[in-house]
């Protein structure tokens, strides 16, 4: 028999080629991912900064978990990513991502002023006389 006939010759001339798709693929979706935020960032910089009256309706937290081995020492981290729904006066109803100490200072229920650009969160200052 020949070399690099029958199923030798198969890998060596597959697994190169598969490789090659594989790398295409994960090239492909960091370039639309990096397209993606780009497009999301200079969209909320061409949008107006808007102030409106918006109510706390709902928060919610998005827990990740990501194991990682180094040498064989195993840990373990956590990210967390915290979400509130503001009701405008129109029904209307937009989620934000806010830092964690925001999100603790929110309380649902509260009313207040909405600032938000786009879809970036800029704040929120609750009534006082309520």
Do not use: C
Not at 60 to 85: K, Q
Not at 98 to 111: F, H, K, R
């Amino acid at each position: 028999m020949m070399p690099g006939s029958g199923f030798d010759g198969f890998m060596f001339s597959a697994v190169p080629a598969f490789m090659t798709i594989i790398f295409i693929i994960i090239f492909a979706i960091v370039i639309f991912t990096i397209f993606k935020g780009l497009k999301t960032w200079n969209y909320n910089n061409a949008q107006p900064v808007l102030t409106v009256i918006a109510k706390i309706v709902a928060k919610r937290v998005n827990v990740s978990e990501s194991m990682h081995n180094n040498d064989n020492n195993m840990s373990h981290s956590t990210t967390s990513t915290y979400y509130v729904t503001f009701e405008v006066e129109s029904g209307d109803r937009m989620e934000f991502i806010v830092s964690g100490n925001e999100y603790g200072m929110l309380v649902e229920g509260d009313e207040g002023k909405l600032t938000f650009q786009g879809s970036r969160y800029k704040g929120f200052i609750r009534n006082i006389n309520k």
